[in-house]
C-alpha cells in the first residue's frame, strides 16, 4: 500500500497565505518587541526576570528570553523542564508543589544537569525532596509558597512559614532559596487602577513575610511571583527581586482586554491561521479552528485585526464567524484569530510558524506540548 505523508505544515520562504492551517504563528518582530520590553523593565528597576515556559512550551522562546537576560524560566511541571534542559537552559524553577517520590526522584536527577528549585507548602513535600536529592545525590532549591491572596496553593504568613524552615533546614541537600508569592487573578482585572491597588496590596503582604523573616535572622535571596498583568507594579514594589510572567510574549485575547497606561504593554504576536472552509450558509462564514486548534476557557478567540469579523461559536473543528462591519470572507479565505488564552491554546500545537514581515523564517518545535506529568 502506498505510504501517505503530510507534508510540513509550512517551510521557510512561504508567505503567510501558503502555510496549511489550523497553524500558530508568531510574528517574530512583535514577539521580539515584547521580550525586549519587559526585559528592558525589569532591568530599569534592577528585578530579575524568569519568565514561564508553561506559556510557551517552546525551547527557542525560552533561549530567546535568556539571550536578553532572563536568569531562567519557570516550569510548571517537572516533565515540562525536561525538553528546555535538553536545548540547554541551564536555571529552571518548577513553581509549583509537588507530592509523589516519582517526580521527586525525577527532579532530583534533573538537579543533576541544571539548577532547579520547586516550591512546598507541607512538611510532606519537603521529606520527598530532601529523600529524592539524598539519593540523586543532587542539591535542590527549595521555595516556601505564600497565599498573598489568590487562594490556591500556599501557606498563609510567617507562621506557616516557620515549620517549613525547620523541616527544610534537616535536610543537607536542600536549600532554602526564598519565597514565591504568585496571585494569578487579580492579572486579568481590567482596569489598570484596581490592578495596580490589588498588586500593591499582594506585595505588601509577602513583604510582612519577609520583614518577620528578617527580624528571625532568616533571608529570604529570592522573591519570586508576578505575571504579565502585574509586572509593572511588582518591578516598583521593593518586595520582588523576580517576576514569573508569561504570556507577555505572545499575548492573548483575554490579557490584550486588560486596560493599559503606557507604561508597560505588549502587542499580539501570537494568532491562529485558519482557513474559511464554508460559505454555504447565510449571514455567516465557517472556519476550520474549533476547540481541537484553540481553548474558550478565558473566552472566544478575536479575529485580526478587530472591528470587522466576530469569532461567534466554537465546536470541535469549526469556528462560526459572524460580520460586525462589511461583507462575510470569502471561501479559501485565510483569517487570523487571536487565541482567548495562549497557554492552553499552545498546548494544542506541535509547532509554531515563525513569521518576519510576513514570510515564514522558522518552525519552533513545542517541545514540552503534552508533558503535563
Ligand atoms: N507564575 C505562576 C505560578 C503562574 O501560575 C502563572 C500563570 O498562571 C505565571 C507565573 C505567569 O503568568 P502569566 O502567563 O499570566 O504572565
Ligand atoms: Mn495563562
Known amino acids: 500500500m502506498k505510504h501517505l505523508t503530510l507534508p510540513p505544515i509550512a517551510s521557510a520562504g512561504q508567505p503567510l497565505a501558503a502555510i496549511d492551517t489550523p497553524a500558530l504563528v508568531l510574528d517574530l518582530d512583535a514577539f521580539e518587541r515584547n521580550l525586549d ?35 531562567g524560566i519557570c516550569c510548571q511541571k517537572v516533565s515540562e523542564a525536561l525538553p528546555f534542559i535538553e536545548a540547554g537552559v541551564a536555571d529552571i524553577h518548577i513553581s509549583n508543589e509537588i507530592a509523589s517520590l516519582p517526580k521527586a526522584a525525577l527532579l532530583a536527577q534533573a538537579a543533576l544537569v541544571a539548577r532547579m528549585s520547586v516550591c512546598v507548602d507541607d512538611i510532606v513535600q519537603v521529606d520527598m525532596l530532601g529523600q529524592a536529592a539524598a539519593q540523586a545525590g543532587s542539591r535542590l532549591g527549595v521555595f516556601v509558597e ?7 496553593c500556599g501557606v498563609t504568613g510567617i ?47 509577602a513583604g510582612e513575610v519577609v520583614l518577620a523573616l528578617e527580624a528571625r535572622g532568616v533571608r529570604c535571596g529570592t522573591v519570586t511571583g508576578g505575571g504579565s498583568g502585574s509586572a509593572e507594579f511588582d518591578f516598583a514594589s521593593g518586595v520582588f527581586t523576580e517576576i514569573q510572567a508569561g504570556s507577555y510574549a505572545f ?11 503606557d507604561t508597560l504593554r505588549f502587542e499580539h504576536a501570537m494568532f491562529l491561521a485558519c482557513t474559511v472552509m464554508s460559505t454555504a450558509a447565510k449571514g455567516h462564514a ?11 476557557d478565558s473566552g472566544l478567540p478575536g479575529i485580526w485585526p478587530p472591528g470587522r469579523l466576530r469569532y461567534h461559536q466554537a465546536s ?8 460586525i462591519d462589511g461583507p462575510l470572507p ?14 492552553p491554546t499552545i498546548n494544542l500545537h506541535d509547532q509554531i510558524v515563525c513569521l518576519r ?17
Not at 182 to 192: F, N, V
Not at 357 to 373: C, I, Q, T, Y
Open 357 to 373: 514581515a510576513g514570510v515564514v523564517e522558522a518552525l519552533w518545535p513545542v517541545s514540552s506540548r503534552g508533558l503535563s506529568r
Open 37 to 71: 520590553r519587559l526585559q528592558a523593565a525589569a532591568d530599569a528597576a534592577g528585578v530579575k526576570l524568569r519568565p514561564h515556559g508553561k506559556a510557551h512550551k517552546t525551547p527557542a522562546v525560552a533561549l530567546a528570553q535568556i539571550a536578553r537576560g532572563a536568569v
Open 159 to 205: 507562621e506557616g512559614v516557620l515549620p517549613l524552615l525547620d523541616r527544610i533546614a534537616r535536610h543537607p541537600q536542600l536549600e532554602f532559596r526564598g519565597l514565591q508569592a504568585y496571585h494569578g487573578t487579580l492579572q486579568h482585572l481590567r482596569s489598570h487602577a484596581e490592578r495596580r491597588e490589588r498588586s500593591a496590596r499582594a506585595a505588601a503582604r
Open 316 to 323: 470541535d473543528e469549526h469556528g462560526v464567524v459572524h460580520a
Open 251 to 261: 499575548m492573548d485575547r483575554d490579557y490584550g482586554d486588560n486596560e493599559y497606561t
Open 146 to 152: 505564600i497565599d498573598i491572596g489568590h487562594g490556591r
Open 330 to 343: 470569502a471561501l479559501g479565505q485565510q483569517l487570523l484569530l487571536v487565541p482567548g488564552h495562549c497557554d
Open 286 to 296: 465557517v472556519v476550520d479552528a474549533g476547540l481541537k486548534s484553540l481553548t474558550t
